[in-house]
């Protein structure tokens, strides 16, 4: 129907119309209204369905990533554990003081070393070490022997440094010009420092 059917259209052949007519032709096309109405309802339920799904299907996706990172998190909390455990496991062990003390005797009894004195220093200390330092006077019939006692004790498997050392013959008539020190007696003083981790 264009314009000119509208224009041309006989207006007045509604009033013509009964009602009884159209609720007739009402009542007779009643199954088509039914079905019409039917397609239109599932229609609107199936679109409600299809967008109930995809919020569902959505909210699942974002679980989903949520669920993820929280498992990137704890694998990564768990590689550092594993790392921090690690380290500490490579770290030197720590050892009392007492302890250091009969194992540097001991060593000194080997390697033919008399320990004079041992003094402790003191601690010092931060957030995460103490520090023990004691200080050793120390005597040697050779160089080599003494030498031989540092090295020992900067080998320990311990956590234990040698700070500094200092030493010189213990008697006047070495006190000059010498062909070899590995056989000159002498005196030393050592620092050493015990190393305790407090986090550890």
Sequence with gaps: ?????????????LQKISPEEVVFFLQSKLTL??????????LIVLGALWNNARAQQAALLRQLIALKQKTETVAAGKAAAKEYADFFAQLPKPIESDELRD???QLAVERHIQILEFT??????????????VRMNL???TYRDMVAYIR???TLP??????KWSGRTKDARFQGE????????IQATVEIGLVVLKNG
């Design 103 to 105: 194992v540097l005797s």
């Design 178 to 185: 010498v062909n070899s020190l590995a056989e000159v007696p």
């Design 158 to 163: 311990f956590a234990v440094r040698v700070d």
């Design 139 to 141: 005597v040697s019939d």
């Design 33 to 42: 209204f039914i079905n019409t109405g039917m397609i239109l309802v599932t």
């Design 120 to 133: 402790p220093l003191g601690n010092k200390e931060n957030e995460s070490i103490n520090l023990l330092q």
């Design 152 to 154: 020992a004790i900067e």
């Design 1 to 13: 129907m264009n314009f000119d059917d509208l224009k041309n259209f006989d207006w007045q052949s």
